[in-house]
């Protein structure tokens, strides 16, 4: 797979520190290039390869925002969202949705982006950049 991205379009606003991504997806190939991309614009990336891992991690690193597969061993992207959703410690954190099957998902509070997969990289780095844009003083 080869993708091209150009960095100087997007530009990290001027954080106090680095924004925590938290990037669930089980496909190796996937979670390296999602890193790849977002962490020269100065996010910090941490992966989950499936729904447990992912559920846990939220709990411990408490992200500034997920990108979220919804085709996951253990549980499914689905169940992850549902209890993100539930808990009031991480119904806040905004989810970028990245699967092959989103199933009629559209944003809708928690959901900011629904991106089919095989997506482009400009359309994954606008989603996440508008979070931050958003919750920037």
């Known amino acids: 797979m080869t993708l091209t991205v150009s960095h100087s379009v997007h530009k990290t606003p001027n954080l106090h520190q680095p924004w925590r991504v938290l990037i669930v997806e089980d496909q190796l190939e996937i979670s390296e290039l999602l890193s790849d991309v977002l962490q020269p614009l100065g996010f910090q990336t941490f992966v989950a390869r499936d729904g447990s891992e ?24 689905r169940m992850v969202l549902r209890e993100l959703a539930e808990d009031p410690a991480t119904k806040h954190i905004p989810v970028v949705i990245i699967s092959a099957c989103s199933g009629g998902l559209t944003p809708n509070g928690q959901v900011v982006e629904v991106l089919s997969k095989p997506f482009e ?5 606008g989603a996440v950049m508008a979070v931050v844009e958003h919750r920037t003083p």
């Open 54 to 77: 992912a559920t846990n991690l939220v709990r411990a690193l408490k992200p500034d925002v997920i990108t979220l597969d919804l085709n996951l061993p253990l549980k499914d992207g």
């Open 121 to 125: 990289l400009a359309d994954l780095i």
